[in-house]
């Protein structure tokens, strides 16, 4: 599995941005999927994740209420909705893919990730 991230950028606080994982594969609607983010001289920091069916999702408490993830098997792709962003969320954002289907919160349980997208909130 292949996974791209796309979607980052700069924005002002209380804004939005929209993240999106595009995996290859064709195993990918099996997979649970993963948002990490890694601000500079820190460890990489669990976001967000969901299950294969979409039943299953989890959120850091930091982003809970603000920050949605959904999947999209047809497209192979995974959404990360950001609202009301805060500069303490700026950080490169991964996705990663974990091939049993659990939502899982550690970097360890995944198998594959992406290069990361870069977000940036001004204050």
């Given at each position: 599995?292949?996974?791209?991230?796309?979607?980052?950028?700069?924005?002002?606080?209380?804004?939005?941005?929209r993240?999106?994982?595009?995996?290859?594969?064709?195993?990918?609607?099996s997979y649970?999927?993963?948002?990490?983010?890694?601000?500079?001289?820190?460890?990489?920091?669990?976001?967000?994740?969901?299950?294969?069916?979409?039943?299953n999702?989890?959120?850091?408490?930091?982003?809970?209420?603000?920050?949605?993830?959904?999947?999209?098997?047809?497209?192979?792709?995974?959404?990360?909705?950001?609202?009301?962003?805060?500069?303490?969320?700026?950080?490169?954002?991964?996705?990663?893919?974990?091939?049993?289907?659990?939502?899982?919160?550690?970097?360890?349980?995944?198998?594959?990730?992406?290069?990361?997208?870069?977000?940036?909130?001004?204050?």
């Open positions: 599995v292949q996974l791209v991230e796309s979607g980052g950028g700069l924005v002002q606080a209380g804004g939005s941005l993240l999106s994982c595009a995996a290859s594969g064709r195993t990918f609607s649970s999927i993963g948002w990490f983010r890694q601000a500079p001289g820190e460890g990489r920091e669990f976001v967000t994740a969901i299950n294969w069916g979409s039943r999702t989890y959120y850091a408490n930091s982003v809970k209420g603000r920050f949605t993830i959904s999947r999209d098997n047809a497209k192979n792709t995974v959404y990360l909705q950001m609202n009301s962003l805060k500069p303490e969320d700026t950080a490169v954002y991964y996705c990663a893919a974990e091939r049993h289907g659990a939502v899982v919160v550690t970097t360890n349980g995944y198998d594959y990730w992406g290069q990361g997208t870069q977000v940036t909130v001004s204050s």
